[in-house]
């Protein structure tokens, strides 16, 4: 049984930067590929990025390219979102997802959710 525990959230200034982790507890992390998702109230869950389980591939949401680093460390089995520039457009709950093997951008089709943490971005 897959077990995520995000941190990291908190409340900063626009153009401040701050970093997110995902601890994934369970069998085999490097089975996993992972990613973040953000969801503001009365919105879907929408996708931010995504690694694939032996961080060779990465995908970003438009959004968030060229301002997100979705990375992961497998000695400390964590998955971490590095976000530079923030905007108050960036303000939501953060959650990490996995699922087995191969990327993937919807939320539909994760079975392994974090808690969430809250960012809140202050222009």
């Known amino acids: 049984q897959v077990q995520l525990v995000e941190s990291g959230g908190g409340s900063v200034q626009a153009g401040d930067s701050l970093t997110l982790s995902c601890v994934f507890s369970?069998?085999?992390?490097?089975?996993?590929?992972m990613a973040w998702f953000r969801q503001t109230p009365g919105r879907e869950r929408d996708f931010v990025a995504a690694?694939?389980?032996?961080?060779?591939?990465?995908s970003y949401a438009d959004s968030v390219k060229d301002r997100f680093i979705i990375s992961r460390d497998h000695h400390k089995n964590t998955m971490y979102l590095q976000m530079n520039s923030l905007k108050a457009d960036d303000t939501a709950v953060y959650y990490c997802a996995a699922r087995l093997y191969t990327l993937a951008t919807a939320a539909r089709d994760f079975d392994s959710w974090g808690q969430g943490t809250q960012v809140t971005v202050s222009s």
């Open positions: 690694i694939t389980w032996n961080g060779g591939r990465t």
């Open positions: 369970g069998r085999y992390f490097s089975n996993y590929a």
